[in-house]
């Protein structure tokens, strides 16, 4: 054809296609016509389906997400002091024991989310999808990873790639402010795949808490050396 029919008015789209079949006799030009000009409105139909909801007026996004996540105490001397509430939060953390938290800010790709991990409880060794910053808002804890067990405390940040086995776990009431991109919300099954301990042993087998300084092959193995740090237990 000629001319392109989509946008054309439906009586005027029917006159091309009718001149575009005039080689055929009157009756079948016609019922070709109509064939042709349905075929046309289904694709337009699916074409427009798959684009993107148009936004109501009013209701656009802004382009700024902002919340409170701490209070502002105000400054000691040169020291900026954040009031953090060390409590529970209103949704369970995907497959965690007892594990909570408040969403902050999602993007849909990138977001926060601070953590509650009570004393003695923990993530299970896992993966996620793409990397995480874990800020430590209060209370002691432990990453294991890659044969390791180490401690963090509040003010510090760390990093695991997403990829590699890792596990939390907390010595006490734990606060964690976690950054994650691709951000999955806390109670999404895809927020962490659950791994076999064994994904945190070293490359000879061996995992060392380097709070007790007692090595072994299995996370009974600490335990039953004294090492309560071992996030064999977590869930």
Same mark, same amino acid.
């Given at each position: 054809?000629?001319?392109?029919?989509?946008?054309?008015?439906? !009586?005027?789209?029917?006159?091309?296609?009718? =001149?575009?079949?005039?080689?055929?006799?009157?009756?079948?030009?016609?019922?070709?016509? *109509?064939?042709?000009?349905?075929?046309?409105?289904?694709?337009?139909?699916?074409?427009?389906?798959? /684009?993107?909801?148009? &936004?109501?007026?009013?209701?656009?996004?802004?382009?700024?997400?902002?919340?409170?996540?701490?209070?502002?105490?105000?400054?000691?001397?040169?020291?900026?002091?954040?009031?953090?509430?060390?409590?529970?939060?209103?949704?369970?953390?995907?497959?965690? %024991?007892?594990?909570?938290?408040?969403?902050?800010?999602?993007?849909?790709?990138?977001?926060?989310?601070?953590?509650? *991990?009570?004393? #003695?409880? #923990?993530?299970?060794?896992?993966?996620?999808?793409? %990397?995480? /910053?874990?800020?430590?808002?209060?209370?002691?804890?432990?990453?294991?990873? @890659? #044969? !390791? +067990?180490? =401690?963090?405390?509040?003010?510090?940040?760390?990093?695991?790639?997403?990829? /590699?086995?890792?596990? *939390?776990?907390?010595?006490?009431?734990?606060?964690?402010?976690? *950054?994650?991109?691709?951000?999955?919300?806390? %109670?999404?099954? &895809?927020?962490?795949?659950?791994?076999?301990?064994?994904?945190?042993?070293?490359?000879?087998?061996?995992?060392?808490?380097? +709070?007790? %300084? +007692?090595?072994?092959?299995? #996370?009974?193995?600490? @335990?039953?050396?004294?090492?309560?740090?071992?996030?064999?237990?977590?869930?």
């Amino acid at each position: 054809m000629t001319q392109t029919t989509h946008s054309l008015p439906v !009586e005027e789209t029917l006159n091309i296609l009718r =001149e575009e079949l005039h080689h055929l006799p009157v009756a079948e030009r016609e019922a070709k016509a *109509v064939q042709l000009l349905s075929v046309l409105g289904r694709a337009k139909a699916a074409e427009a389906s798959a /684009l993107p909801p148009l &936004e109501e007026p009013g209701s656009r996004r802004s382009p700024l997400l902002i919340c409170d996540w701490a209070a502002d105490l105000g400054l000691d001397g040169t020291t900026q002091q954040l009031g953090i509430t060390v409590a529970p939060g209103p949704t369970q953390v995907s497959k965690t %024991d007892d594990a909570t938290g408040h969403s902050l800010l999602s993007s849909g790709h990138v977001g926060a989310d601070i953590l509650h *991990v009570p004393a #003695g409880s #923990g993530f299970a060794p896992h993966t996620h999808p793409g %990397d995480h /910053l874990l800020f430590v808002l209060a209370g002691t804890g432990t990453i294991a990873v @890659a #044969g !390791e +067990i180490v =401690e963090t405390r509040p003010g510090q940040v760390y990093m695991v790639e997403g990829a /590699l086995t890792h596990a *939390v776990g907390a010595v006490t009431d734990h606060m964690i402010l976690a *950054v994650g991109a691709p951000h999955r919300h806390l %109670d999404s099954p &895809e927020r962490q795949e659950l791994t076999a301990y064994t994904a945190l042993l070293g490359d000879l087998g061996r995992i060392t808490c380097r +709070i007790c %300084d +007692i090595e072994g092959s299995s #996370g009974e193995e600490l @335990a039953a050396k004294g090492c309560p740090h071992s996030p064999h237990r977590l869930g």
